[in-house]
């Protein structure tokens, strides 16, 4: 995924569900970055 903008919530949910498992890198900062947009993806469902 090169961009945050705009999140594709359910193609991340559908590859958390398909593979057990969400991997991110990045360069950015913890908090803020792709990574935390990740982990709340979840939580919107």
């Given at each position: 995924?090169?961009?945050?903008?705009?999140?594709?919530?359910?193609?991340?949910?559908?590859?958390?569900?398909?593979?057990?498992?969400?991997?991110?890198?990045?360069?950015?900062?913890?908090?803020g970055g792709l990574g935390s947009a990740?982990?709340?993806?979840?939580?919107?469902?």
């Open positions: 995924m090169p961009s945050i903008n705009p999140l594709e919530y359910n193609a991340i949910i559908e590859a958390a569900n398909a593979t057990g498992a969400i991997v991110t890198a990045g360069e950015q900062s913890i908090m990740i982990c709340r993806s979840p939580c919107r469902e």
